[in-house]
Nanobody
Framework: QVQAVESGGRLVQPGESLTLSCEYPGFTQPYYIVAWFRQAPGQEREGVAW????????NYSNFVKGRFTISRNSSRNIVYLQMIELSPADTALYHCAIDPSDTAFDFSVGKFSIWGQGTQVTVAG
């Protein structure tokens, strides 16, 4: 069974940068969407960014536009989330998820059937 594994989360100071990775070895479908979601304590999960394998198109939630960049290493089944100018408001557990239907352009949670355990990003100091 394919799994998604996130890494890269840690404690950083405001204004610093961080890159998260999501690996999903063994996933062989040609067309799919990989998205990053985040959930802060006491808050609902929210979509952050997604990338489509079919054409490399990307989309971002307004609160991260210009600060976060999602990219993909197609040969290694890894998706990255580069984050700059981090603020305490970005503190959350970040999950990556895979939508095998390649249709979740609006971050529809129900379409993402593969989820990672998450990696914690804490911005403080």
């Amino acid at each position: 069974q394919v799994q998604a594994v996130e890494s890269g989360g840690r404690l950083v100071q405001p204004g610093e940068s961080l890159t998260l990775s999501c690996e999903y070895p063994g996933f062989t479908q040609p067309y799919y969407i990989v998205a990053w979601f985040r959930q802060a304590p006491g808050q609902e999960r929210e979509g952050v960014a997604w990338i489509s394998s079919s054409d490399g198109s990307t989309n971002y939630s307004n609160f991260v536009k210009g600060r976060f960049t999602i990219s993909r290493n197609s040969s290694r089944n890894i998706v990255y989330l580069q984050m700059i100018e981090l603020s305490p408001a970005d503190t959350a557990l970040y999950h990556c998820a895979i939508d095998p239907s390649d249709t979740a352009f609006d971050f529809s949670v129900g379409k993402f059937s593969i989820w990672g355990q998450g990696t914690q990003v804490t911005v403080a100091g």
